[in-house]
């Protein structure tokens, strides 16, 4: 069933028109000029817009200026008298999806259009979804459980894989706890994808990646004018994923104020968007994530309370990979199956020693740096088979310094940027992740140790 929003002002067919769409099963909100249409189209959300041309007050081709504006995917259709070429034109150059002249010869012929353009948009939807899907849902691999890529068969794994399978059916918060690069947003997305929701989108906010201004417009939207930049209606991650799940990673990070915002909107399930006043109801799962220990924050008041247990309902912790280095084998092969195949190169072959030395490392950014280091193996060898040799140097040798590299005729800058990252892996591991605490270790400001994370790829 759809909904649509059909703006006719002659009664009489606006009444015909609504009782044939409703007996096509389609929810039907039918007005009679093009600013209540366009005033309901700002409060609700629609499937379609049915609009005629001829209108006092304001016309057709206005109405499908004024929605595209609240919702750029919104498709319409425009009905008019005066079926000539200028205007069908014009209606499909504002994003009418089609148009239909009247008197109908048939309101057949009207249920048509309409049902060909439901179709269409259906057939998008569900495009966009199975792209959506696909991009993060894998080939499964010859392990004992597998959810897309999160990969692995030693104990402390099959127990995630244990609590996905049973958490994936129910509508209940889940708080994720993880160290950075651990899987938290594929485990959150395996338990979306799995759940009965997985139809609907799956939106991520990274609430620590964002300001509290641009945080609060990305969550509840906004209203065009609300503020500088603010040139049109937009709707929030929250509006975006009704009927679907919400994953709000780093959620630690966001500010008490944005928190108090956030806890009315968790409780009542409804929001207004910045700069609005009308109230829109929201249908959302939360799965939530942080590398951080909120217990701590709310005894320190940097975490409302009350909002911890909104979203700690069901918590579940992901083992950092020095915790289940018998998994690193089954990542190692199956990261080399997946780079391999993307960047177009045949399959390596990693040599026992060359593994030896990848499952002695500690691995302060977790399956995430394991990753980027066989990707970055992968593009630098030059043979099927990747031996001691073809690794960073960090892992071959962690205990070696400056001047042992110095030695062995390594340049100066490649020789400090590499005994820089020893420092940086030895400050993520003692800090078990979190970090502000690796930050205040090395003497660095947040931000900077942010910069070399990602320079080193270990984030």
């Known amino acids: ?34 600013p209540e249409g366009v005033e ?22 206005e109405v499908l200026d004024a929605v595209r504006e609240i919702d750029e995917e919104l498709d319409s259709i425009l009905i008019t008298a005066y079926g000539t070429i200028d205007v069908a034109v014009k209606a499909m150059k504002k994003g009418a999806a089609d148009f239909i002249t009247k008197p109908f010869s048939s309101l057949s012929e009207f249920g048509l259009k309409v049902d060909k353009v439901l179709k269409f948009r259906q057939a998008r939807q569900a495009e966009k979804r199975l792209g959506e899907e696909n991009q993060y849902l894998r080939e499964e691999i010859d392990i004992q459980y597998n959810f897309g890529e999160i990969v692995g068969k030693s104990e402390s794994m099959l127990k995630v894989f244990d609590q996905i399978k049973k958490v994936a059916k129910s509508d209940s918060s889940v708080l994720i706890y993880g160290e950075s690069g651990t899987g938290k947003e594929l485990v959150a997305r395996a338990i979306h994808f799995h759940s009965n929701r997985k139809d609907a989108p799956f939106v991520k906010v990274n609430c620590g990646a964002l300001a509290e201004g641009v945080l609060e417009s990305e969550l509840f939207g906004h209203e065009k004018g609300s503020f500088t930049g603010a040139t049109r209606r937009r709707k929030g991650r929250f509006e975006l994923a009704h009927r679907g799940t919400i994953f709000l990673d780093e959620i630690g990070d966001v500010p008490l104020a944005t928190q108090v915002k956030l806890l009315r909107v968790l409780q ?33 008041e940097e975490f409302r309370e009350d909002l911890f247990y909104r979203l700690n309902i069901i918590p579940l912790e992901l083992p950092p990979l020095r915790e289940r280095k018998e998994d690193i084998p089954y ?22 020693e060359a593994m030896q030395e990848l499952s002695k490392y500690v ?68 800090s078990k992740g979190v ?25």
């Open 435 to 459: 970090k502000t605490e690796a930050a205040r270790i090395l003497g660095l400001k947040t931000s900077a140790l942010y910069y070399k994370l990602e320079k080193y790829e270990m984030i």
């Open 268 to 300: 009542e399930r409804e929001l207004e968007r910045v700069g609005g006043e009308d109230t829109i109801s929201i249908d959302v799962r939360i799965i939530s994530a942080t590398n951080k220990n909120l217990i701590e924050m709310v005894t320190d």
């Open 363 to 430: 691995w302060p950014g977790n399956v995430r740096e394991l990753e980027n280091v066989i990707e970055r193996t992968v593009v630098l060898s030059e043979n099927d088979e990747i031996g001691l040799n073809d690794l960073p140097i960090l892992l071959n040798d962690p205990s070696r310094t400056t001047l042992n590299l110095l030695h062995e005729d390594m340049p100066l800058v490649e020789a400090l940027e590499d005994l820089e990252r020893q420092l940086i892996a030895r400050a993520m591991e003692k």
């Open 40 to 61: 309901l189209c700002r409060k609700e959300s629609f499937d379609l817009v049915i609009t005629d041309y001829k209108m006092e007050g304001m016309n057709g081709l």
């Open 1 to 34: 069933m759809s909904k649509i929003l059909l703006i006719e002002d002659n009664e009489t067919m606006r009444d015909g028109m609504s009782q044939f769409l409703r007996k096509s099963d389609h929810e039907v909100i039918a007005v009679s000029n093009g």
């Open 331 to 352: 990542l190692v092969e199956h990261f080399l199956r997946k780079k391999s195949s993307q960047l177009n190169k045949k399959q390596s072959h990693i040599t026992p």
